[in-house]
């Protein structure tokens, strides 16, 4: 991977009587989005100590790619599905390689 690649932390908590219909909901992102254009990672973690909080580790190509991903049908679908779900908005941010 380049260094121009642009890296996403996205940390996701789910409500504490929700955490396995948030996480079907997050999973089912992994194969769509892995065959996005641009995607270069996409993986899916959950805290061993704390359930309810999901990370995506991601890797696109470039701020574009990851600008279509989030206009996606499924990801809209999933932000949709996922509302009610979450017990504080998602934190997504954006990273550059410095070193």
């Given at each position: 991977?380049?260094?121009?690649?642009?890296?996403?932390?996205?940390?996701?908590?789910?409500?504490?009587?929700?955490?396995?219909?948030?996480?079907?909901?997050?999973?089912?992102?992994?194969?769509?989005?892995?065959?996005?254009?641009?995607?270069?990672?996409?993986?899916?973690?959950?805290?061993?100590?704390?359930?309810?909080?999901?990370?995506?580790?991601?890797?696109?190509?470039?701020?574009?790619?990851?600008?279509?991903?989030?206009?996606?049908?499924?990801?809209?679908?999933?932000?949709?599905?996922?509302?009610?779900?979450?017990?504080?908005?998602?934190?997504?941010?954006?990273?550059?390689?410095?070193g």
């Amino acid at each position: 991977m380049s260094e121009s690649t642009v890296h996403v932390v996205a940390r996701i908590t789910a409500k504490p009587d929700a955490v396995a219909a948030l996480q079907a909901v997050l999973v089912a992102l992994l194969s769509p989005t892995r065959q996005e254009v641009g995607c270069h990672r996409y993986l899916l973690l959950q805290n061993r100590e704390q359930p309810a909080d999901f990370t995506f580790i991601e890797t696109w190509a470039d701020d574009a790619a990851i600008d279509q991903h989030l206009k996606s049908a499924h990801v809209q679908q999933a932000l949709t599905q996922a509302a009610a779900l979450l017990a504080a908005p998602p934190d997504i941010q954006r990273y550059d390689v410095i070193g």
